[in-house]
């Protein structure tokens, strides 16, 4: 990534700035600034950030360990949850060592989408009146 002195001579400093301002703040163990959820996490969708950061607090989920007890289907039956929000929980929990894949529960042999997945992950909350 670029220097901030860098980007503070060529684009200015509001924008130099900007990429140290928090994407996510749930507490002290899931906190990334703009600068870090690229460098560190590998993503940089700051909206798809926001949405999550607002699920996770309505969840109670406040630490790496809690988001990987979580089910999948509990974030994704709120609503705006969709892939790209659901990559930056991903990451999270890739950048803190845990097993997306054993997370996601899906087995080699299971081809679904992500599509159908959230789609059978609404359908089930709203018969169930969950969707949040």
């Given at each position: 990534m670029l220097k901030y002195d860098l980007l503070n001579k060529t684009v200015g400093k509001?924008?130099?700035?900007?990429f140290e301002e928090l994407a996510i703040n749930i507490?002290?163990?899931i906190?990334?600034?703009?600068?870090?959820?690229i460098e560190e996490l590998g993503c940089a969708n700051f909206n798809a950030a926001t949405r999550l950061q607002k699920a996770l607090k309505k969840l109670d989920i406040v630490s790496p360990a809690r988001l990987f007890?979580?089910?999948?289907?509990?974030?994704l039956?709120?609503?705006g949850i969709g892939?790209?929000?659901m990559y930056v929980a991903m990451c999270?929990?890739?950048f803190n060592d845990y097993s997306v894949a054993e997370w996601w529960g899906w087995k080699e042999t299971n081809h679904t989408k992500f599509s159908s997945f959230k789609h059978r992950a609404i359908k089930k909350a709203s018969k169930h009146k969950q969707e949040v």
């Open positions: 509001g924008f130099a700035d900007s507490n002290d163990t906190t990334f600034t703009r600068r870090e959820m007890r979580t089910d999948p289907f509990s974030i039956r709120i609503k892939v790209t929000s999270i929990l890739d």
